[in-house]
């Protein structure tokens, strides 16, 4: 079974993907038969809880069924992209399923998306449907919508959970479903991850039902999901970690309960991990830091948490030895990304292999290399970039063909950007980015995309932002400027970005304002200097 995604999309080569069936890792089923099928499994048991709101797996697949005859009737259909902007509550899941179930697909944006990127996900996507909220955490979207709807002309609707104003409201009981068009095939496009934008603006990621469902499935065997399992799904639902690694879907598949919490705050989530009795739930390393630390003082029965998930950025070793003496619950180190491969550490792997290493690749089809600068394989244990490919792993990005002819190899690898070691167990030591990219506490920062956002400020002559070391996020971020007339302060390039539509987490924490960059042997800005310099100021108090 094949299809033709097109020119703007990348196909697995046919010997590979023959392979994929053959060995079992594509089942050529699309998310929603997956659907239909655990309705039919699990039938009564809760597969979603979304405060007083509890749906069974019954419940959750009748409300897709009538969404997905409400959008159909919108003229949404087979192939059409739908920029998906929630956050954690129910609608969301609905609405994906709903999208799967008519062959649409979803394009999943996060909550913190400004103006300046979903615009562009609207226009490159050519979107014909925008789903947001009406308000969440003080910020008005329907403002965010009008500006997409001026800016991308494939878009057709506005849909709206709350009040929608001039909209249309996103409507999620169950109704009447009549006859709805074919789903298309499990080769297709099911939905589009974002990239952590290491180039500008975040690249669309092509999933179809058979990588993703493969993604999920595997997951959920691997990190021992089962009937028991309560998910707390505490990090933003669009990202890739909490919707597929198993997350959500992973927890859906062995029939168990996905509880979506509004924050991941102690005082939004300890509550829940006592009411629900949840039992594994995933994080970013900073959050898990705040836990550890809320824990002391928050008077909550945490009890029923057996496995704590970290990922989306490094996990010191000295943070992580200690998430079983504060939280006392397992910890399971993940590493991975939205384009594909996954790496875990294994629920009974030794300490020191759960505390000093990211895990090691899930399925016996994932590929993996690790080469010097000039693409050679470099020695067991010693460091290089990480190459990969698999089932579940892309062979591009959507309409980035220039990117592309630089982000894969010849034959197929994702060079991921990801600098790594191999221990002698097969597991990964991730020691930091090829690419210039900051990570801030697991968002990822592209600094050439703000630095020339600042270059359009008046007083901004150059600029150059780097990382600087930070005990609890990992990185913030610093902004070195070469000014034009007299210096801006942080407050006015903060203020400046913001009105350019930026997300807030991509703002700079400091601003050091100085007469000249340091440079390389080239005539480039050294970052690397700049770098050392910020952290030699804050070791000294500065």
Known sequence: MTSDLGPDLTEWPADFAERYRRDG??????????????????????????????????????????????????????????VVQLPNKAEFVVLCFALFRLGAQPVLALPAHRANEITYLCQTSDAVAYVVADRQAGFDYRDL???????????????????????????????????????????????????????????????????????????????????????????????NFPFGCPGMLGTFCVGGTVVLAPSPAPPDTFPLIERERVTVTALVPPLALLWMEAVKWAGRDLSSLSVLQVGGAKFKPEAAARVRSTLDCQLQQVFGMAEGLLCYTGLDDPDDVVVGTQGRPMSPADEIRVVDVDGNEVAPGELGELHTRGPYTLRGYYRAAAYNARAFTADGFYRTGDLVRVTETGHLVVEGRVKDIINRGGEKISAEEVENHLLAHPAVRDAALVGMPDDVLGE?????????????????????????????????DRLEVVDAFPGTGVGKVSKKDLMADITAKLAAGR
């Open 25 to 82: 890792y594509w089942r050529d089923r699309t998310l929603d038969d997956l659907l239909r099928q655990w309705a039919a499994d699990y039938a009564d048991r809760t597969a979603v809880v979304d405060g007083d709101r509890r749906w069974t797996y019954v419940e959750l697949e009748r409300r897709v069924g009538g969404l997905a005859a409400r959008l159909h009737g919108l003229g949404i259909g087979r192939g059409d992209r739908v």
């Open 145 to 239: 919508a009008r500006e997409a709807l001026r800016a991308a002309p494939a878009l057709k609707h506005v849909l709206v959970v709350g009040d929608p104003a001039e909209f249309e409201p996103l409507e999620t009981g169950a109704g009447e479903v009549g006859d709805l068009p074919s789903t298309g095939l499990a080769s297709e496009v099911a939905l589009f991850l974002l990239s952590g934008g290491t180039t500008g603006l975040p690249k669309l990621i092509p999933r179809t039902h058979n990588d993703y469902a493969y993604n999920l499935e595997a997951s959920a065997r691997v990190c021992g999901f089962d009937e028991n399992t309560v998910y707390l799904a505490a990090l933003p639902i669009a990202h």
């Open 476 to 508: 913030r971020t610093c902004v070195y400027v070469l000014p034009r007339g007299d210096a801006p302060t942080l407050p006015d390039l903060v203020a400046f970005l913001r009105s350019r539509g930026l997300a807030d987490y991509k703002l700079p």
